[in-house]
């Protein structure tokens, strides 16, 4: 059984996409894929998941239906040891949500890091790195 975007939630993606994109971005990344139009599986589906290289000013799509995740940008070693010493919350732990990311010209040639802090998530997977170079 699929499971049904709320229109809300696919209304507010969409603007935030379309808003972040006008304003320069390159090209739009939905982390983890995509399941059905929109939605990206941020969830236990990442462990198979190869993601692209990026460049500045590319979109980060991060969006979750069921179960409650959290966004946090984190450097490699927290990233490795599933710790968040030095984590920067981007999106608040919750059941539903989308987060979108424009990577920064800063990144350039550098990996970023991203993961989950509820429960057990980034142990579990919840967690991926993008190399920022062409």
Same mark, same amino acid.
């Given at each position: 059984m699929a499971s049904r975007i709320p229109p809300r939630l696919f209304l507010l993606t969409a603007a935030l996409v379309l808003l972040v994109a006008g304003a320069g971005a390159q090209r739009v990344v939905h982390v983890g894929g995509r399941l059905g139009r929109l939605i990206s599986p941020?969830?236990?589906? *990442?462990? @198979?998941?190869?993601a692209p290289k990026v460049l500045p000013g590319d979109l980060l799509v991060f969006q979750w239906l069921s179960e409650q995740h959290s966004v946090h940008k984190v450097d490699?070693?927290?990233?490795?040891?599933? @710790?968040?010493l030095n984590a920067k919350q *981007?999106?608040?732990?919750r059941s539903y949500g989308n987060f979108v990311?424009?990577?920064?010209?800063?990144?350039?040639d550098?990996?970023?890091y991203f993961s989950s802090n509820v429960k057990k998530d980034c142990r579990n997977g919840?967690?991926?790195?993008?190399d920022v170079k062409p």
């Amino acid at each position: 059984m699929a499971s049904r975007i709320p229109p809300r939630l696919f209304l507010l993606t969409a603007a935030l996409v379309l808003l972040v994109a006008g304003a320069g971005a390159q090209r739009v990344v939905h982390v983890g894929g995509r399941l059905g139009r929109l939605i990206s599986p941020w969830g236990y589906g *990442l462990k @198979t998941w190869k993601a692209p290289k990026v460049l500045p000013g590319d979109l980060l799509v991060f969006q979750w239906l069921s179960e409650q995740h959290s966004v946090h940008k984190v450097d490699a070693a927290d990233y490795a040891a599933c @710790t968040f010493l030095n984590a920067k919350q *981007l999106a608040r732990g919750r059941s539903y949500g989308n987060f979108v990311y424009k990577v920064p010209g800063e990144d350039y040639d550098k990996t970023i890091y991203f993961s989950s802090n509820v429960k057990k998530d980034c142990r579990n997977g919840i967690k991926v790195a993008f190399d920022v170079k062409p």
